[in-house]
């Protein structure tokens, strides 16, 4: 099985960096997702690592450390829209993801 | 036109009742997935079908029931609803070249 860890609130201001950290224990592991999703909405998705280290995507980056079992998530330059949920998923192959609870990320002006 | 359809999209019944929810999806992915999501409890696999023949439980499966009608297809159904049932249910394909998932818009299922 998987235990996923992420927080279940942030606030931050318009235009300010926000980083979203994701702890994970899995029984195998292939790679761990980062997905956005909008209150009602399906999920999206934002970024994949498989190995070490960062992935910048735009505004968005994420970072994943196997040894430590460990990720995050950084969004930059904040903007309105980007208030949503973020969900931590480690797959550990075959297909499967396994999602954490998520983190709702609430941006004020 | 969406990749990934879904339908209903809002369906209130009651208890008891038989009820299926139904996805369809053209992207051409052989991978199909049933998941609910709930409040704080994040999105839970109920189902997942590798290929039409193939046909697997995930971590909620009691109380529910899929089929694979074609790779295009793939419904999921509840033979007797109850309340606790009441949740949000997502769709998702994939590809086997790769592990990324693509969600249909949702079902709101309310059983009362």
């Known amino acids: 099985g998987q235990n996923i860890d992420q927080p279940t609130e942030m606030t931050a201001t318009e235009g300010a960096i926000v980083q979203i950290n994701c702890t994970y224990q899995?029984?195998?592991?292939?790679?761990l997702f980062w997905y956005q999703q909008h209150a009602g909405e399906a999920p999206t998705f934002l970024s994949y690592n498989v190995l070490d280290g960062l992935e910048e995507k735009g505004r968005f980056s994420s970072f994943l450390s196997r040894s430590k079992g460990y990720s995050y998530l950084l969004l930059k330059e904040l903007q309105m829209k980007d208030s949503a949920s973020y969900l931590c998923?480690?797959?550990?192959?075959?297909?499967?993801?396994?999602f954490g609870a998520g983190t709702q990320v609430v941006v004020t002006p | 036109d969406a990749d990934v359809t879904q339908t209903p999209r809002n369906r209130i019944t009651k208890t008891g009742k038989r009820i299926m929810l139904e996805c369809s999806q053209t992207?051409?992915?052989?991978?199909m997935y049933w998941y609910r999501q709930d409040p704080g409890l994040g999105l839970r696999l109920i189902y997942y079908s590798f290929d039409v023949k193939d046909i697997n439980k995930g971590e909620i499966s009691d109380g529910y029931s899929v089929s694979r009608q074609a790779q295009a297809k793939f419904s999921l159904s509840l033979e007797s609803a109850i309340p606790n049932q009441t949740a949000l249910y997502f769709c998702a394909t994939g590809g086997t070249g790769g592990h990324e998932q693509y969600f249909g818009p949702g079902t709101r299922l309310t059983v009362t």
């Open positions: 992207k051409g992915h052989d991978r």
């Open positions: 899995t029984s195998g592991f292939n790679g």
């Open positions: 998923a480690p797959t550990s192959g075959w297909g499967k993801l396994q």
